[in-house]
């Protein structure tokens, strides 16, 4: 019922910049908290970066100051700018919002297939 597409991985140097998308598409009434996440093998998911349908954000401590959420709501759009990437940052990034489908009343999860990100030299 609804599709989570990213777009933006890829391999950068250490110090380098990726933007990641991830577009959500279906019958969506409205979204309300969407996501960013990581996730490295034999570790779990963590959160990356959130932000509300408000606008209000919020950030792991391991990328204060070097990553930025934001959204576009008109086109169910949510963002990750990564700058002075560290090879620590390499990981699958999934996106995840919070999504009230057209006739419910509330809201469900749904995550996006992860693309990968690695900050190598």
């Known amino acids: 019922q609804v599709q989570l597409v990213e777009s933006g991985g890829g391999l950068v140097q250490p110090g380098g910049s990726l933007r990641l998308s991830c577009a959500a598409s279906g019958s969506i009434f409205s979204i ?4 960013w996440y990581r996730q490295v093998p034999g570790k779990l998911r963590e959160l990356v970066a959130g932000i509300t349908s408000g606008g209000s954000t919020n950030y792991a401590d ?6 930025t959420i934001s959204r576009d709501n008109a086109k169910n759009t949510v963002y990750l700018e990564m700058n002075s990437l ?11 919002a919070k999504v009230v489908l057209l006739g419910r009343g509330f809201e469900y999860p749904y995550w996006g297939q992860g693309t990968q990100v690695t900050v190598s030299s």
């Open 32 to 35: 309300n908290d969407m996501g």
């Open 62 to 67: 391991s990328v204060k100051g070097r990553f």
């Open 86 to 96: 560290k090879p620590e940052d390499t990981a699958v990034y999934y996106c995840n």
